[in-house]
């Protein structure tokens, strides 16, 4: 990874990180290892040489990747609690002082889980479990390293039967790491056609559980309508084709909608296949626009948040004002309650010389 200092070394926030997709090789290579799980390599490079890439490829062969090692880690209690402490370690590295960090409970489970994912023979780790597991990893690594961490329950597109129990978890935890409730996958099953994605964030919202949305990653301007309109999403995973209906973008800016963008993910995945320089974050940032800079999936990119920065830095015109500004954004938008929001502020302001003490 980089070697020179970092373009932006002060206290970051960080608001779209899958959890799953951030998980230590030598952990899984340790896990792999235990529980003689099959793995393509037994070292670090050999590992990342399957599990990452850096030049893009389809959404096919991105997901296979997750095929590879998650046999590793679902299904195992402690792997799943290292997973969720290591993530804390590795985000405290990073100097990112909050983050909300996203996984899918079901994928993590091998019992009450149909089907039992990654061809995992069935076990007695339940989706339920899980998040308490990942709970008691985020909350040792908030003590061990000093920065705060929250959680967000995916439910999966293309798995909509999970959908009921995600936001039942989302309210059973609520006060206990989980902030929100997300919808990932393939954008091309919209939510209009599986009513219990719809009824899962119709409950959200009763609950005043927050919500996110995957949506206008690769897919069009209508999912995140959609996301909009029928999920009352309060901010949108990446959104990067809302761009081609002007209408929708100039709807979404009055609405100071957030956008969570992953520059260096949006490379890799092909969702943004315009170059750098006209990305659509370059007009996110013209036109002041609400939305925070993320890794996504940091294992399979072989990135951390500094690569994001750089390409913000180095091919997109981003200057350390706008890097502050970007931070605030995602201060402000973070799914924290009303009073760690104005906390998390006050650090902020502090940390980039920006007074602010008599607001808070
Ligand atoms: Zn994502």
């Known amino acids: 990874m980089e070697s020179a200092p970092p373009v932006f070394d002060k206290p970051k926030v960080e608001l779209h990180v899958h959890l799953d997709g951030a998980i230590k090789p030598e952990t899984i290579l340790n896990f792999g290892k235990k529980r003689k799980v099959c793995l393509p390599a037994d070292t670090v490079e050999g590992l990342l040489q399957h599990v990452s890439y850096k030049e893009p490829l389809s959404l096919t062969e991105f997901l296979a990747k997750f095929s590879h090692y998650m046999p590793a880690i679902a299904g195992d209690r402690d792997a799943v609690k290292r997973m969720a402490y290591e993530f804390v370690e590795m985000k405290a590295k990073e100097g990112v002082i909050y983050v909300e960090a996203r996984y899918s409970p079901h994928l993590l489970a ?175 940032k013209k036109d002041g626009a609400n939305y925070s800079l993320n890794t996504d999936d940091p294992l399979i990119f072989n990135s951390t948040i500094h690569t994001d920065y750089k390409i913000a830095k180095d091919f997109m015109g981003f200057t350390e004002e706008e890097f502050k500004r970007v931070n605030i954004n995602a201060a402000k938008s973070s799914f924290l309650p009303e009073e760690e929001k104005k906390e998390l502020l006050y650090k902020l302001y502090g940390a980039y010389g920006m007074v602010k003490s008599t607001e808070f």
């Open 110 to 284: 091998n019992c009450k889980v149909c089907p039992v994912p990654w061809g995992q023979e069935p076990g007695d780790l339940t989706p339920d479990e899980v998040v308490s597991l990942v709970n008691q990893g985020l909350k040792a690594g908030e003590e061990a390293f000093n920065i705060k961490a929250r959680s967000i329950l995916c439910c999966m597109r293309h798995m909509p039967s999970w959908s009921p129990e995600v936001v039942e978890l989302c309210k059973k935890y609520r006060n206990d790491s989980v902030v929100a409730i997300d919808l990932a996958g393939d954008e091309s099953i919209n939510a209009e056609t599986c009513p219990e994605h719809r009824k899962a964030y119709e409950e959200a919202e009763r609950c005043g559980i927050h919500r996110t949305v995957h949506a206008g990653e690769v897919g069009p301007p209508q999912v995140i309508k959609e996301a909009v309109s029928i999920l009352k999403a309060e901010r949108i995973g990446h959104g990067y084709h809302v761009l081609e209906d002007e209408g929708l973008y100039m709807q979404l800016l009055k609405q100071n909608m957030h956008f969570e963008v992953c520059p260096w993910s949006s490379y890799l995945t092909g969702a943004c296949q315009s170059g750098f320089a006209n990305h659509p974050v370059v007009r996110f």
